[in-house]
């Protein structure tokens, strides 16, 4: 299976979201890092799996159980 790899620029026009919401809010606390997003050869430069981002999009929205982390981010599990 060949997955479609977005940079966040890329992401921002398929979701109708700021690139600045995506990097502040979304990542870490709904996107999790090696689910739906990787930083390739363990560098900075981020790339977001289109389709795990979207098989996800939809049940996560009421379904989704986290702990809020003083920080402000999501403990997930």
Not at 21 to 40: A, F, W
């Amino acid at each position: 299976m060949s997955l479609t790899y977005l940079t966040t620029d890329e992401l921002s026009k398929y979701i109708k979201y700021d690139t600045r919401t995506i990097r502040e809010r979304l990542k870490d606390s709904v996107l999790i890092e090696g689910v739906h997003y990787i930083r390739p050869f363990g560098g900075r430069k981020i790339l977001f799996i289109w389709e795990h981002i979207e098989r996800d999009m939809g049940s996560k929205s009421s379904t989704m159980l986290a702990i809020p982390m003083l920080n402000g981010g999501m403990c997930h599990g």
